[in-house]
């Protein structure tokens, strides 16, 4: 096996394990943001999305006669899951993980970066394709969260003002 394609093995698998954790991340913030319809609803779509990145990686993976990380997914849907439970305690938690949405989505945007490199310098074309396909939706969601922030925040200030329920 060449260096190349070792890397881009234990990419992949931290890429899946990336996906399941935002998974994690996104199921478990949901009910958090029902006061806020619009960004609801582009979690909601991007929850499908990740599902079907999660899918496409594990894909690649075989395609290379590998599989998944299961030690790798499982730590990062623990620690999606206590980043969920302690982001509860803070009164504007809607701010805080959509701060923490904002960056894990270039997180991710820079992984497929990398992965796109890795696969072509492998000679996995299709990878590299697969992981470009994901790459274009992770950067439309970073920049619509990005793009999304300052509505958001006067939302939320708004809601806050007016005592009404402004993160759960």
Not at 19 to 43: I, N
Not at 56 to 83: M, N, P, Y
Not at 104 to 119: C, D, Q
């Amino acid at each position: 096996m060449t260096q190349a394609r070792e890397r881009l093995v234990q990419w992949l698998r931290d890429a899946h394990a990336m996906e399941e954790q935002a998974e994690t991340m996104l199921k478990g913030h949901l009910d958090r943001v029902k006061h806020y319809p619009q960004f609801e609803a582009r979690v909601r779509e991007h929850l499908e999305e990740t599902k079907d990145q999660a899918e496409i990686v594990r894909g690649c993976l075989e395609a290379l006669g590998e599989d998944t990380s299961s030690f790798k997914d499982a730590g990062s849907k623990l620690l999606a899951k206590g980043q969920a439970i302690s982001g509860m305690f803070a009164d504007d938690e809607i701010m805080n993980w959509a701060l923490a949405l904002h960056a894990f989505e270039n997180l991710e945007v820079a992984s497929y970066t990398v992965l796109i490199a890795a696969a072509e310098t492998a000679g996995e074309t299709e990878i590299a394709e697969a992981c470009g396909k994901i790459l274009a939706q992770e950067e439309a969601m970073a920049a619509w969260v990005k793009d999304n922030l300052q509505i958001l925040t006067l939302a939320y200030l708004g809601r806050d003002a007016s005592d009404l329920p402004a993160s759960r």
